[in-house]
């Protein structure tokens, strides 16, 4: 299954927020560079933070609850 970046976190716990959100919601996602960023902080600029990573058919629904939620970039 092809996985597409939504949003990038600096924040484990936002980013654990709106991760079971979406999941509660059946969407398919994930979180990528989650456990690096976690133990070591200063390495997310170099890899552009936790990532959201969501399953590419349900990426329209995932932004309209984002947008519902007022998760916008």
Request: glycine fraction near 6%.
């Amino acid at each position: 299954m092809n996985f597409i970046q939504v949003r990038s976190y600096d924040n484990y716990i936002y980013a654990h927020i709106v991760l079971s959100m979406l999941q509660d919601s059946g969407i398919n996602c994930h979180l990528k560079d989650e456990y690096t960023v976690t133990i070591d902080p200063f390495l997310s600029p170099a890899l552009g933070g936790i990532k959201l990573m969501v399953a590419g058919p349900q990426l329209e629904r995932a932004l309209e609850l984002l947008e519902q939620t007022g998760n916008v970039d």
